[in-house]
């Protein structure tokens, strides 16, 4: 299938890391040519104030229409790759249970940082964070690590990266080690599921991944 003609816009926050950063990698490994719109938080700020982004960001323009929601415009590039040659090809799986597995994977991790808690009061959160990882935080994690391990590979759907892989090491794996959230320990992962942080590592390493941030480096 060729890559589409129509203008592509993908709006996010500047900076490396986020919900968009798996679709500028997947982006750039198909071969799409798209405009990567970075905004600051006071742009942001002022554009919502004018009825822009009622619903956040990031937000994918086709020629004049937007579309939200990350995971599914990231399920959209990789679906472009799908009859490309090499790994892309498997970022999101045409078989049918490798492809299950992957939207298990990302709906898990989307349900845990759904239910993550989001306190004003700083003593409320760090009690309320601190029981969630505890708990309920610490099953949908575990339900990760089970699925990296039954699979055949270092990923999550055996040995081929996809936006599952992407979407958990560079959001909630990284988000953790980087101390992104508050009061979770930034060894929280590395502590409690080593499969993880396997995979995280993999992906770190995967050439779709490497060649992407050679290509940033580079502009």
């Known amino acids: ?28 490994a198909i071969g799409l040519d798209f405009k990567d719109v970075r905004l600051k938080r006071e742009e942001f700020m002022a554009k919502k104030k004018d009825g822009l982004y009622p619903t956040g960001v990031p937000v994918l323009k086709i020629g004049d229409v937007e579309h939200t929601q990350s995971i599914a415009i990231l399920r959209y590039a990789a679906m472009l790759g799908q009859s490309m040659e090499g790994d892309v090809a498997q970022l999101y ?55 990296i ?14 936006i599952a892989d992407l979407s958990i090491a560079l959001g909630i794996v990284k988000g953790i080690q980087n101390g992104m959230f508050d009061y979770v320990p930034t060894t929280f992962i590395d502590d409690n599921f080593p499969e993880m942080t396997n995979m995280a590592k993999h992906v770190a390493e995967n050439p779709i991944v490497v060649d992407y941030y050679k290509k940033l480096e580079a502009k």
Do not use: C, S
Not at 12 to 27: K, L, Q, T
Not at 149 to 162: E, L, V
């Open 1 to 28: 299938m060729p890559l589409p003609t129509e203008p592509h816009e993908l709006v996010y926050f500047d900076f490396n890391g986020g919900r968009a950063e798996p679709i500028r990698i997947v982006f750039t």
């Open 93 to 147: 799986p045409a078989d049918p249970m490798t492809a299950l597995i992957t939207d298990q994977a990302i709906d898990t991790a989307q349900d845990m940082m759904a239910a993550f808690p989001r306190k004003e009061d700083p003593d409320e959160m760090k009690q309320a964070r601190e029981e969630y990882m505890a708990g309920k935080g610490k099953t949908f994690l575990g339900q990760l690590e089970a699925l």
């Open 149 to 162: 391990k039954r699979a055949d590979g270092p990923y999550i759907g055996g040995k081929y990266m996809t």
